[in-house]
């Protein structure tokens, strides 16, 4: 049996299980995965599975061969170490053993996850992103474009904005490239920087619509958090973790899709005109 045919054999065996998968990666990673020809349990609160409650996570685990893991709030959040440690630990008493955690580049609050990641005994990868594309189509940021105006605490600052399906397609390739990624650390990025200002002048074009960035301090940008309901410790973990990613340490590119897939990211470009498209920022 040549080694192509043995992998495709081991893909079509393949049952992954996909945590958020109605969520903004997690869509995209279980229709990627089945696209590979893998076998997809999509887990999420729809399908019995809730990350704060470990009574649904054995059965939702066991018979899988592998795992995208993403946590359901930020990979920074204080509980988030002690959920994926939790979940990994699990999933490795029960032979899955194969785990993929998307992390996010430059937090330096989402090392803790990544540790408890590497310390269950999984053959593990992380898979670092920078700020997604889809944050401006899917979200709370879409309501300040339809109103024509988007008031963001991110100042200047260039961002190598990736679009999610890149994400996906890297999670797919590692899951199933075997040991060829076990124990890495993957950062991946889209193919150029772009500030707030220059990517809401991207949708504008896009669209044919008179939209406005206006930056706010972290500060205000909670405390108008703070006026739509949002509870105090979340508005304070949000403010801290603006003020830290947000302030030029995520201004460059990385090599992670290129390196993976052979190919070059997906631009922001094409994505506002394929959400435009879409009707994605019509009133």
């Not at 080694?3 to 299980?17: C, F, G, I, P, S």
């Not at 390739?173 to 060829?180: C, E, I």
């Not at 960035?213 to 703070?226: E, F, K, S």
């Not at 603006?242 to 899709?257: K, M, P």
Request: negative net charge.
């Amino acid at each position: 049996m040549t080694q192509n045919r043995a992998r495709e054999e081991h893909v079509r065996d393949m049952t992954v299980l996909v945590t958020g998968a109605t969520g903004r990666t997690g869509r995209r990673v279980a229709e990627a995965a089945r696209a590979a020809g893998l076998r997809v349990r999509a887990a999420s609160r729809g399908a019995g599975f809730d990350w704060t409650d470990r009574s649904t996570w054995a059965d939702t685990l066991r018979g899988a061969d592998a795992a995208y893991l993403v946590h359901p709030t930020d990979v920074g959040s204080p509980d988030a170490a002690e959920m994926v440690g939790g979940l990994a630990r699990e999933a490795v008493g029960l032979g899955v053993r194969r785990l993929v955690l998307l992390s996010s580049r430059g937090e330096e609050r989402a090392r803790p996850a990544e540790e408890a990641l590497r310390a269950s005994g999984a053959d593990w990868t992380v898979v670092r992103a920078a700020w997604f594309a889809q944050n401006f189509s899917e979200g709370p940021l879409v309501e300040g474009l339809l109103r024509g105006e988007l008031v963001f605490p991110a100042g200047e600052v260039r961002e190598p904005f990736i679009d999610v399906r890149d994400i996906a397609d890297v999670v797919v390739a590692v899951l199933t490239g075997g040991d060829r990624y076990v124990g890495q650390e993957l950062a991946v990025s889209g193919p150029r920087l772009l500030s707030f200002r220059e990517a809401v002048g991207e949708i504008a074009a896009a669209t044919g619509s008179a939209l406005t960035y206006l930056p706010v301090t972290a500060r205000q940008y909670g405390d108008q958090l703070a006026g739509f309901g949002v509870p105090a410790q979340e508005v304070e973990f949000l403010v801290e973790l603006f003020e830290s990613l947000l302030d030029g340490r995520n201004s460059y590119l990385s090599e992670g899709v290129r390196e993976v897939l052979g190919r070059e990211p997906c631009d922001f470009t094409a994505f506002a005109r394929e959400a435009a498209g879409a009707g994605v920022w019509k009133g």
